[in-house]
């Protein structure tokens, strides 16, 4: 804030809601907080409250008093205070930080600046509202989905580690991400056992728990198994309302990573993969066995 305290803005709000609910019952006029007047006050030296309370005091007193003298000042004045105050309140220097982290986040900064001097501050504030919905959609759809050097040790311990593959998710996991998720879970021929880590997951749909179910069964069918592990508590309750966590029999959602670990290899004791079989060719030019 302008003057490095704290504030909250919904208890603010909070209070023009209902302030405009109750004025109207007595007469009053519904109305809302600009913060022009407030920056203003600021600037000119303001620290308390008090200030606004002064302020509203001497424009009463204006209106019962001075109001033909006030009638009198000329609009491209109050215009040019206005444009004055409006240039001083940009913190230009937060601008240009904006432009060094993130050129899309600036753009929509500049764009609702347009559209406000365009149209109207209403018409503007709800174009940067939808572009900033927009934006944080596209950051909450890209999941990032690794192989952790400090799993390495520990998968080592694992004596199915050369046919287990480990995979770190971090990020929510939700209908606009999960497409590109599984593409990214797949498995070579080579691994029997993919081990995904879901301690950084923050959240699980309806969607995505749908899309484990298939990746599961897609995986089943290559003979290879989908093993969850590490989620959250808040991970674990979606699943178990979506009736996952013993879903096809076996288990298949671990409390961490050695335990699935620990069930890989027990499975690939008990289901060994059968070798492939060798397939002997005669060639043309061989000599028939004598009969």
Known sequence: SMTRDRHDPDLELIGQGLANIIAP???????TGVIARTAVSVQAGARTRMAALVHSGFLL???????PLAGRVPQ????????YSGIKMIEWHQFARVMQVSRLEAAIIAITTAVIVATDLAVGFQVGLLFSFVLAAMKLGQVHVGSPRELAPRLERCPAHAQLVVRS???????????GLSAQLQLTKAVRYLVVDLSRVTYVDVTAAEGLIELKAGLARKGQSLLLSAPTPEVVAILARAELIQHGGEPWIFGSLEESFAWAHLHRLASPQPAARRKTVRLVHEPAPAV
Do not use: C, D, R, T
């Not at 491209?76 to 444009?83: F, Y």
């Not at 929510?172 to 497409?179: D, E, V």
């Open 169 to 179: 998710v971090e990020g929510p996991m939700f209908f606009a991400s999960f497409q």
């Open 61 to 67: 007193l204006l209106m019962l008093l001075a109001a």
């Open 76 to 83: 491209a004045s109050l215009a040019a205070i206005l444009v």
């Open 25 to 31: 019952l007595f007469g009053g006029i519904v109305s």
